[in-house]
């Protein structure tokens, strides 16, 4: 019974531990205890451990910790920070006032100062505190026996020393003299480096310390000869070390001088007077220069993602934020790094802790517990992760694996790089700004002459589009000459993807502007059925739109994947006489750099691409303000050319920043001013040589009257903008008809001429085809009267229309020779007297049966309907029959009145005489009356082939096909003759031809 109470109890226990253990894990929160120099920092001290800028730095580290779930669930990390004033007594007592009290910490943050660490780290091992320093660089830290429990992400200045020999043995310096500061920090470091000379083969001339004067020392080293001196000292020492170098004309080419680089900004110039230095800023300016410095590279320049995430440019970014403070001048990135440091240490070992049996938590740890802090220890050991400052590892002694920085002073310049010159940035920015002012003119032009038609036919609105692409050109050019020597290292990528977006969208943005407009005009112009086809400008606003899309995604997949970042190049050194020089530049670069500007390349040739196709399909539209095909051409090959030759250049050249800049500079503004001008430059001369074309309406001058000119002009004041260019598109579609019927006309009478038509009758024949299809109004209409007799004679009136035409008013004009066409036809030089055609019976006037020869209805009225022109050879009343205007006779039936009817159409393409002139002799015989002329010979008579008489028609009369002549005596008698097409057979190869002029054309 016992036993099984015990076991009962036993059991309850153990459930009740393992609910308790799961409690603890939930909401627990990790205590870190930071010391920091918010005060009391010196003037030889380093600045950029100052504790405002590296609590900030810890605040975003732990705040990154929480957002990526290191810990497990439930935990998170708070900070305690304490003020050091780099003093070890201020620092010991905030120790033992953390330790006193609640809550109990699980580790250690700091120090800045390395003395600080270093009481710190001797006494934390006592409650089993695992330190993390930010900012101590001390050798004597290293010593394992000593600090247990110490670690660093920031490098020791041993690893310096060892930059330092690296450096030495690159430029086989073999002779080096020694002047340290003696002092704990700098007399550990010294040691450290003789023991790296002598490792290295490398004599040491001399070495000298000094307190707190070092003329003796400086002196002793000029003494020795020593040209290659490595120095260990705070910045208030370095100062006094400078000057005395200049007193004893130890600067300049032949000599080199390897001193710390953590001093602040323009060190040398700092409290001259207030220190009694005894040198002016002119002479400390020649002291200083060219030494170079060695130092802890404080953000990592490849720009790789760090753990949490983020770039380096990111997290610089933020930190600039937050302190407004370059993080590249403080060793925040360090305290950053620590922070990861232990709380990736941390979570590894919580895994393993629960792992045991039974299961452990951190949150269990104690100022005595051994057990926890061993684990800690181990795991931090082997912790390594991608830092803010690069790669973060530590060493069986607890030091950092870092990068190193060496810097060289020049001209007086705290920069390594080679950079733009500032007086060339300084031209381009200027030429640049021009540039910006001629295209805001432009804008300016194009807006106020928006709302006239000849600005509208070129879409003003796509013409704005076109200047805001080019002004985005533009602004690239500021972004190509920003480098090192302008912006910041962390600001330097960002300025990387601005340029590819810039240049890439205003590109895009103007030539598919343009392209779109050409496109416009394309689909208008190629429209087969000629309809008034209307494109808007939204339209051509999604076109371009589209294409921006195109390159958004794409940019956008770029920036995401495989961004633009910053990175450093070393050249070929260059060997001289006193000193050798190895040039580093920085540049822009991605892993697959080459394929992403492929693809970004390949979009925009097809964009040109497309572009060089509308110009070429566009080339014959004859509207100058609406065509701007030429100029489209013109600016594709600009670009293509400028494009080709310069984009290989610039990258063969990338490390020359002058020329590449200036290179790529010119590239981009001479292009982007060259499409600009070519876009609004004629528009402005047309508008200056002819300001009529800003007539509102649109109106142009023209040939045509003054009042069909009003007309237009009223009908189109509503006409605008899409409307209008679909209307002019049209006009320019019918004008292009007509011209190739023209050209086809032309070729007609070419190939006429070749067999055999003679100038004169080709000329006639070209009037009159010309012509005739233009005035079908002036077709004659005759009233016929009594029927057609086997020998073709009828009794013809002239038809009446409703404006009475007096008859004798047109008989007593005299006939005129025709000057044109228009004045041919027109009703005051055309007339017809009423006459008899002689045959059988013409008595058969008052005949019950009335034929009419008319054309369609749509004959002009009041126009007389033929022609006739007489020609008088002689005074003896001879007649010249005349034979202008044959007209085509058909009949055909009125179905709604059963009376015959036939058409009498002018046809105005054939001129041919039916009436052979007599010769011209001395004697000629006496002009036969009408009735002879025209009678029908009886059988068995002798024609007489002297005859003035005209042929008279033979046989039956056709249907269709017959031609009415006309003839007109001086005496005032008008005749017509019918002649039916068999009389019409060619007897000749002339004849041949007239017959073909007569069928075909």
Partial sequence: MISASILVTFLYLEVAKIFIVQETFALQTLHIGGFFPFTGLSNGSKSSMKGEFIRAAVSMAIEDVEKQKVLPNGYSLQLHANDTKCRMDHASRALFEMINKEPTMIALLGAGCSAVSERIAEDSKTWNLIMVSYGSTSPTLSKKQKYPLFFRTIPSDAACNKARVALLRKFNWLKVGLIGQNDIINSETTADLQEELANADIQILTSETFVDDPTAQVKSLSEKEARIILGNFDEKSARKVLCQAFQNEMYGARYAWLIPGWFSENWWKKHLDEESIGCTVEQMNKAVNGYISCDNLKINPDNTTTVSGQSPGQLSSRYQNITKKELSKTDGGFAYDAVWAIALALNMTEEHLRRLNPPQSIVNFTYVNEDIMKQFKSYLNKTQFQGLTGPVQFTSRGDRMGYMKIEQLQDWKESTLMTISPELYGVVCAITVLCIILVVCFLGFNI????????????????????????????????????????????????????????????????????????????????????????????????????????????????????????????????????????????????????????????????????????????????????????????????????????????????????????????????????????????????????????????????????????????????????????????????????????????????????????????????????????????????????????????????????????????????????????????????????????????????????????????????????????????????????????????????????????????????????????????????????????????????????????IVKGELQRKGSVVLVSKSQTGETCFQVKTPAEFKPKTEKDKIRKSIEYNV
């Fill in 448 to 951: 106020k002459l928006r709302n006239y038609r000849y600005i509208q036919m070129s879409s003003p609105r796509l013409n704005n589009t076109i200047v805001i692409g080019c002004i985005a050109m533009y602004l690239s050019v500021f972004m190509f000459g920003l480098d090192g020597n302008l912006i910041s290292p962390d600001r330097y990528s960002s300025n990387c993807q601005a340029r590819i977006w810039l240049t890439s969208l205003g590109f895009t943005t103007a030539f598919g502007a343009m392209f779109a407009k050409l496109w416009r005009v394309y689909v208008i112009f190629t429209n087969r059925k000629l309809r008034k086809k209307v494109i808007k400008d939204g339209k051509l606003f999604m076109f371009v739109g589209a294409l921006l899309l195109v390159d958004v995604l794409t940019l956008s997949v770029w920036s995401g994947a495989d961004h633009l970042t910053r990175r450093l190049q070393n050249g070929t050194i260059e060997h001289g006489i006193e000193y050798d020089t190895l040039p580093q530049w920085e540049y822009c670069d991605c892993q697959h750099k080459a394929i992403w500007f492929g693809v970004l390349f390949a979009t925009k040739g097809l964009l040109l691409l497309f572009g060089v196709f509308l110009a070429w399909e566009t080339r014959h539209v004859k509207i100058p303000a609406l065509n701007d095909s030429r100029y489209v051409g013109m600016s594709v090959y600009n670009v293509v050319i400028l494009s080709v030759v310069g984009v290989p250049a610039a990258l063969m050249i990338e490390h020359a920043q002058d020329a590449s800049f200036a290179l790529t500079a010119f590239f981009v503004i001479f292009s982007t001013t060259v499409t600009l001008c070519l876009v609004f430059v004629p528009k402005f001369i047309a508008v200056k040589r002819n300001p009529n074309v800003l007539d509102t309406s649109g109106a142009t001058n023209t040939s045509a009257s003054q009042s069909s000119g009003e007309s237009s002009t009223s009908q189109d004041k509503g006409i605008k903008g899409a409307k209008f260019i679909a209307l002019a598109a049209e006009n320019s579609n019918l004008k292009t008809l007509v011209a190739e019927k023209e050209e086809e006309i032309s070729q007609l009478e070419i190939r006429l001429r070749r067999r055999g038509v003679t100038i004169t009758e080709l000329r006639r024949i070209s009037m009159a085809a010309r012509h005739s299809d233009a005035i079908p109004e002036l077709t004659p209409t005759l009233l016929i009267r009594g029927d057609r007799d086997d020998g073709g004679s009828f009794h013809i009136d002239k038809a009446q229309s409703t404006d009475d035409v007096s008859d004798s008013k047109s008989a007593d004009k005299p006939d005129q020779e025709p000057f044109s066409p228009k004045k041919r036809y027109s009703p005051s030089s055309s007339y017809v007297d009423q006459g008899v055609l002689l045959g059988n019976d013409v008595t058969k006037a008052n005949s019950a049966i009335a034929k009419k020869y008319s054309l369609p209805t749509r004959a002009r009225k009041d126009v007389s309907q033929i022609e006739t022109r007489t020609r008088t050879r002689s005074a003896d009343n001879e007649v010249h029959e005349a034979y202008e205007n044959p007209a085509i006779f058909t009949e055909t039936n009125d179905e709604s009145t059963s009376v015959p009817r036939r058409k009498l159409s002018r046809n105005n393409r054939m001129e041919s005489p039916f009436y052979t002139e007599p010769s011209t002799t001395a004697s000629s015989p006496p002009l036969p009356s009408v009735k002879s002329r025209y009678t029908k010979p009886k059988k068995g008579d002798t024609p007489d082939v002297n005859a003035t008489a005209s042929p």
